[in-house]
């Protein structure tokens, strides 16, 4: 079992910053992959990023590439995702998810554990 604790959404004026955290805890020594989600108000749920723990290897959604980073703290057991250039079209809940294997999928019925969410509002 992994359980995942998102925190860092705020409101953020387009153009502006900011980090979300995702802190994991339980099984965290086996290997899996994480990554991060969105959801939009009568959106449906769709990958952001995505990162293998043990490789590091990544992945980004067309939309954020270049603007987004995604990245980890091995010794803290903590993933980030680093937002720059927001737009208010990256406006949503932003949910932290993990995955019993290395690959970085993309569909949210291929991760197992989820976080909460934390909220991120970009402003115009």
Known sequence: QVQLVESGGGLVQAGGSLRVSCAASGDTFSRYSMGWFRQAPGKERDFVAGIAWTSGRT????????????????????????????????????YCAASTGAALFDAPNLYAYWGLGTQVTVSS
């Open 59 to 94: 992945r980004y959604v067309d939309s954020v590439e270049g603007r987004f980073t995604i990245s980890r703290d091995n010794a803290k057991n903590t993933v980030y995702l680093q937002m720059n250039r927001l737009e208010p079209e990256d406006t949503a809940i932003y």
